[in-house]
C-alpha cells in the first residue's frame, strides 16, 4: 500500500511541475535515447514502358573519391543509409536496357533520405556495328541487327536524310522475328565529292508489341587526299570519370611532313576541329601515340577520332564511342621501353607516363623491380619515382648485377588506395657484362645487277660472347643501317671466324643502298662492321650524284664533278647527304654531260627557300657554250631559273640554230620552302614537268639542241653547272646565290615516261 501511494505522488509531483514548466520527469523508468535519424538515397528502377520495377538492376553513386554500388531488391529498390551530406552523381543500369548516359545529380541532406526514380529503355535492338566507317576507298558494309526480344517481332524502318544522298540502304524496310538477326548492306558513293571527311546519321525507327521506338547509326565516309596523311584510330582506354586514353597510329605521311597530329573528342558523333576538344601531340612521322581527353563529364558518352595534318591536308581516322565511368578508377600507366643506352654495368634509368589518374589525384607513384616476370611488392624492389605534374616518371635503378635480366613495372595509386593501384606494362632489360665485341668488315659489293647483288662480309673476332646470329642489313634512308631500321638478310646462328656470304634480290634499279654486316652474341649484343654503298644499275643513267659527302657519280659512267658548297642535311635527316647551293656551285668535269641533240631527263630532290622567288633572278642549274653569255646572240644552251616577276621556276632555252625559248614550269607556292622531287622530262620538243612523281604539265620548246654547240669560231663550251651559269666570266654570274638545298641530281640518256618517273619518286622516298 506505501509503494502505491508513494509511486503516484511522485507521478502526481512530475505532473504538476511540468505543467509549470519547472521540470519534466519520466514516470516510469528512465528516459529512452532518441532514435538516429537516417540519412542517404533511395533509388527505384523500373522499366519505361511496362512501369514494373527491375531487380538485380546496378546503382552506382560517386562524390569526389567516394564512391559505392549495389542491387536492386526485388521490388528494384536500393536504399544507402550512412552518406555524408553533399551532392552525388548516380547512375543506374541494367542487362538488357540502354544505359542511362549522364546519370542524374541527388543531393543527401541531414537526417533525410532523397529519392530519385531510374526509368530504363529496354534495349531490344542490337546494332553490329553501331557506328560505321568507311576509310578511303572501300564501297560497301554490312550491318546486322538482332532481335533480343524472346517472344515479339521488331519491324524496322530505316532513314536516310534526303541531304545524305551519297548513302544507300540495300533493305530500308524489314521484319526481325523473335530471337533472330538479320543484316543490310551499307554502300557510299563518292561521285563528285570532294577530299574529306562525311558523317551521316541514320534514323531506325521500329515498333515491338506496338510500342514504337528508335535509335540511330552513324554512318563516317572519309575521301583521302593522296598527298595528305592517313591516321588509325583504337578503341579508346584507361577510361576514368574525366578522361580517357585514345591510342592512334600515323600509317602514311603523305606527300609531306606531318606538322601537327592527335585527337578530336566530342559529345556530337561526328568529332571535328569545329565542334571538339582537340588533344595535340605536335608534329610527328610514322608510328603511334596515345593521347589523353581531359575535363570529361562523369557517365558522359563521347566520340573520339585520331587526325593528322600536313601541307596537302588532314587525314581522320576512325570514329570510336566511349563512356566515362561514373565512379573513381584505378589510374592507367605506360611503361617506356629500357634502352641499351640507359643501362650500364649495375644501374639503369626506367621511365613511364600516368596516362589516367583515373579520376582522383595520384598518392603515391614508383617501379617494381625484379628478376621475376611480372615484379610484384613480394618478390621485387620498389623504387620511388621522380614524377612531374604532367604525369612522366622515372627512377635512377642502383646496385643491380652485372649481366641480369630484369622485369620492372611502373605503379601508381591514388584515392582508391594501395588495393585498387594501377600497374603497366612490364618491360625487361639486361644490365652490361665486362665483355669484349666482336669485330667484322664488310666488303665491298660485287656481281650487282639492276635489282640484285652479292655482298660479304669477314668476321674477325668472336668476342668474349658467342654469336647466335649473323647476317647483312641495308637501307635506302639510313646511312648506318641497323636491324630496327632496315632491311635483313639472316645466315643463321652459331658462327666462327670467317667469311659471311649472301646474295640480296628484289632491290630498286638505279637505287643507293647502305649496307653492313652485323652479328648478335647471345647476350643480346648485336655488333656491326663498317658501311658500303651499293648502287643498282639502270639502263640510260647517264650520270647520278647522290651527294653524300662529295659530288662523285656513282653511275658507273665516271661523270665526277667537283664542288665548293657545303654538305647539308637531306630530306631524311641524314648529315653531310645534300649540298647547299647558296654556299658554292656544283661542276661537272666532263663537258659532254648535258650535252643532248635529242631526248633527255633531269630529276633531282630540291628545297628551295621562298625568298629565292624575290629580287633578281637566281640559277639553279646551266649548261652551255660560248664565255659571253650576256649577250644571247652568241650564248648558246640552257637555264633553269627562279623568275621573281611571276614567282615561278623557269626553263631557258637558247638553242645553236638560233631559237630561244623562256618557259614557266613550276609556281613556288606549290614547291616552295619544303622537299620536293622534280623531274623534267623531254621527248621531241616537249618537255614533262612533274612534281612529287605527278605529272603537272608541259612546255614546247622550238629548238631540239639544248645544252651545246658553239656559235662563233674559237667558242667555249661550258660543264653543266648546279648553282650558277658554267664560265668564269663576271658576266655570267648570278647576281645572288640561289638559297637552296639540292640531293640525288640525275641524268638521263631519255625521256622517262609519266610511269617511270613515278616508279623513280617511290624508289627515292
Request: with cysteine.
Amino acid at each position: 500500500m506505501k509503494t502505491y501511494l508513494k509511486k503516484h505522488l511522485i507521478g502526481f509531483a512530475c505532473l504538476v511541475m511540468a505543467v509549470f514548466g519547472l521540470y519534466s520527469c519520466k514516470l516510469f523508468g528512465p528516459k529512452d535515447p532518441p532514435k538516429p535519424q537516417a540519412q542517404g538515397i533511395v533509388v527505384m528502377v523500373k522499366d519505361m514502358f511496362t512501369k514494373k520495377p527491375i531487380p538485380n538492376a546496378t546503382v552506382k553513386w560517386s562524390k569526389s573519391e567516394l564512391s559505392g554500388s549495389g542491387s536492386t531488391d526485388k521490388d528494384g529498390i536500393y536504399r544507402k543509409d550512412g552518406m555524408a551530406d553533399g551532392k552525388y552523381l548516380v547512375i543506374g543500369t541494367a542487362n538488357d536496357y540502354k544505359l542511362e548516359r549522364a546519370g542524374k545529380d541527388m543531393t543527401v541532406e541531414v537526417g533525410a533520405m532523397t529519392s530519385e526514380t531510374f526509368e530504363l529503355t529496354p534495349e531490344t535492338l542490337e546494332i553490329t556495328p553501331k557506328n560505321v566507317t568507311f576509310a578511303d576507298g572501300e564501297k560497301s558494309k554490312t550491318v546486322y541487327f538482332k532481335n533480343k526480344h524472346s517472344e515479339s517481332s521488331i519491324t524496322l524502318s530505316i532513314e536516310v536524310p534526303q541531304k545524305d544522298d551519297w548513302v544507300k540502304i540495300s533493305n530500308p524496310t524489314l521484319t526481325i522475328p523473335a530471337g533472330s538477326q538479320k543484316d543490310i548492306t551499307v554502300t557510299v558513293d563518292t561521285k563528285g565529292r570532294g577530299f574529306g571527311s562525311y558523317n551521316s546519321t541514320v534514323t531506325l525507327n521500329f515498333t515491338i508489341n506496338g510500342r514504337p521506338d528508335n535509335d540511330v547509326l552513324n554512318i563516317y565516309m572519309n575521301i583521302a587526299n593522296p598527298q595528305a596523311p592517313s591516321i588509325s584510330t583504337d578503341v579508346p582506354t584507361g577510361i576514368s570519370q574525366t578522361s580517357a586514353d585514345v591510342r592512334c597510329t600515323v600509317t602514311n605521311i603523305g606527300g609531306s611532313t606531318v606538322t601537327d597530329r592527335g585527337i578530336y573528342v566530342s559529345e556530337n558523333s561526328d568529332p571535328k576541329a569545329s565542334n571538339s576538344q582537340k588533344v595535340s601531340m605536335g608534329p610527328g612521322g610514322i608510328g603511334s601515340f596515345v593521347a589523353t581527353a581531359k575535363g570529361l563529364k562523369s557517365g558522359g558518352k563521347y566520340f573520339a577520332r585520331g587526325y593528322s595534318i600536313n601541307s596537302f591536308g588532314e587525314g581522320l581516322g576512325e570514329v570510336r564511342e566511349f563512356v566515362t565511368s561514373v565512379e573513381p578508377t584505378p589510374p592507367t600507366l605506360a611503361m617506356n621501353p629500357v634502352l641499351d643506352k640507359d643501362v650500364s654495368l649495375t644501374t639503369a634509368v626506367v621511365s613511364a607516363t600516368v596516362t589516367n589518374n583515373g579520376g582522383t589525384n595520384i598518392t603515391e607513384s614508383g617501379f617494381l623491380v625484379s628478376n621475376a616476370n611480372p615484379p610484384t611488392m613480394s618478390n621485387g624492389t620498389k623504387v620511388p619515382a621522380n614524377a612531374d605534374p604532367n604525369g612522366k616518371m622515372s627512377a635512377n635503378l642502383t646496385g643491380l648485377t652485372q649481366g641480369t635480366n630484369y622485369f620492372v613495372q611502373a605503379y601508381a595509386i591514388n584515392g582508391l588506395g594501395a588495393n585498387k593501384s594501377g600497374l603497366s606494362n612490364v618491360e625487361t632489360f639486361k644490365t652490361q657484362s665486362p665483355s669484349t665485341p666482336a669485330k667484322l668488315t664488310t666488303g665491298a659489293p660485287t656481281n650487282i645487277t639492276e635489282t640484285s647483288a652479292r655482298i660479304q662480309a669477314n668476321l674477325t673476332e668472336l668476342g668474349s660472347s658467342p654469336i647466335v646470329q649473323s647476317g647483312f642489313c641495308w637501307s635506302r634512308q639510313n646511312a648506318e643501317p641497323e636491324l630496327k631500321n632496315s632491311d635483313k638478310n639472316e645466315l643463321g646462328g652459331r658462327l666462327d671466324t670467317g667469311q659471311l656470304l649472301a646474295t640480296i634480290s628484289n632491290l630498286k634499279k638505279g637505287s643507293l643502298y647502305y649496307i653492313r654486316a652485323y652479328v648478335t652474341n647471345k647476350d643480346g649484343q648485336t655488333y656491326y662492321g663498317n658501311v658500303q654503298t651499293l648502287f643498282t644499275k639502270e639502263q640510260g643513267l647517264v650520270a647520278y650524284y647522290p651527294f653524300n659527302g662529295d659530288a662523285s657519280d656513282i653511275s658507273g659512267n665516271g661523270n665526277n664533278a667537283i664542288s665548293t658548297a657545303q654538305p647539308s642535311q637531306d630530306r631524311f635527316a641524314n648529315e653531310k647527304s645534300a649540298y647547299d647551293l647558296n654556299t658554292g656551285i656544283v661542276q661537272i668535269q666532263n663537258q659532254t654531260v648535258g650535252r643532248f641533240v635529242g631526248d633527255f631527263t633531269y630529276s633531282f630532290q630540291v628545297k628551295i627557300n621562298s625568298s629565292t622567288f624575290k629580287g633578281s633572278k637566281k640559277v639553279l642549274f646551266a649548261k652551255g657554250s660560248d664565255s659571253d653569255c650576256s649577250n644571247g646572240e652568241y650564248w648558246s644552251g640552257f637555264m633553269v631559273f627562279t623568275e621573281p616577276v611571276s614567282s615561278t621556276l623557269n626553263l631557258f632555252v637558247n638553242g645553236a640554230d638560233g631559237k630561244k625559248d623562256d618557259v614557266k614550269l613550276l609556281n613556288s607556292s606549290i614547291m616552295a620552302d619544303e622537299w620536293h622531287h622534280v623531274a623534267l622530262s623531254k621527248t621531241g620538243k616537249t618537255i614533262k614537268v612533274f612534281l612529287d612523281g605527278s605529272y603537272i604539265n608541259q612546255v614546247d620548246v622550238t629548238t631540239s639542241t639544248v645544252g651545246f654547240g658553239r656559235r662563233y669560231p674559237g667558242g667555249t663550251e661550258g660543264s653543266l653547272t648546279i648553282s650558277g651559269f658554267p664560265y668564269s666570266s663576271t658576266n655570267c654570274q648570278n647576281p645572288e646565290k640561289i638559297i637552296a638545298l639540292m640531293d640525288n641530281f640525275r641524268l638521263y640518256s631519255y625521256g622517262l615516261s609519266d610511269a617511270d618517273v613515278a616508279d623513280l619518286y617511290q624508289r627515292e622516298k
